[in-house]
């Protein structure tokens, strides 16, 4: 058994997992949807997607060689909407994620024990990627939470809707 393999094979699941959730909400949503906030002090979608994708560029450029909080990253500036359009944010999107998909893909058996850092804290190859993927998966919540409250009742579910345990677990377990 190759643990090294297994591991970022389930990691690799994991990310395309919610990368999923993401790309789901986005089709549901509208270019005016996704600058929509409650208030002054909120994030809209296009602004945790900003942010999420600057995190990855950051932390997944030259990762085994440079720490994951870069010179060139601007953080502050994440917060604030500067895309065009919804198209605009949805290549950041896949800018960042494309960024992380390779570093995972770079990761084997002779660099698997390399320490990479992030904000001068050294960390494992596991617990970087279980930190960022923490990272991701609260932010992506934060999305699909969001896309949810916009839609109101024209939202599709992205997992068992409301009422459709019985039925999955029908379907999933052949029960009758």
């Known amino acids: 058994m190759n643990y090294t393999s ?8 994991e990310f395309k997992r919610y990368k999923a959730l993401g ?16 208030g002054e002090e909120d994030n809209s979608i296009a602004v945790i997607v900003k942010h ?6 950051s932390r997944w450029t030259n990762f085994l060689t440079e720490d994951g909080e870069k010179t060139w990253r601007n953080r502050e ?17 896949e800018r960042g994620w494309d ?9 084997n058996n002779e660099n698997f024990d390399t320490k990479v850092y992030i904000r001068g804290e050294a960390h494992s190859i596991p617990q970087a990627f279980h930190r960022q993927l923490g990272h991701y998966a609260y932010h992506i919540g934060q999305i699909v939470f969001l896309g ?6 024209e939202w599709v579910s992205l997992s068992i809707p409301k009422g459709g345990s019985e039925a999955f677990n ?3 377990f052949g029960k009758k």
Not at 6 to 13: E, N, T, V
Not at 23 to 32: G, I, N, P, V, W
Not at 78 to 91: G, L, R, W, Y
């Open 99 to 107: 960024c992380l998909f390779e570093a995972l893909k770079s990761v």
């Open 52 to 57: 999420i994708s600057g995190n990855m560029l």
């Open 148 to 153: 949810k409250m916009i839609k109101g009742s």
């Open 170 to 172: 029908k379907r999933m």
């Open 77 to 93: 500036t994440e917060f604030e909407d500067s895309f065009q359009s919804k198209s605009d944010m949805i290549s950041a999107w």
């Open 23 to 38: 790309d789901k909400t986005f089709a549901q949503l509208s270019e005016e949807d996704i600058r929509l906030r409650q």
């Open 6 to 13: 297994d591991f970022l094979s389930s990691l690799l699941s």
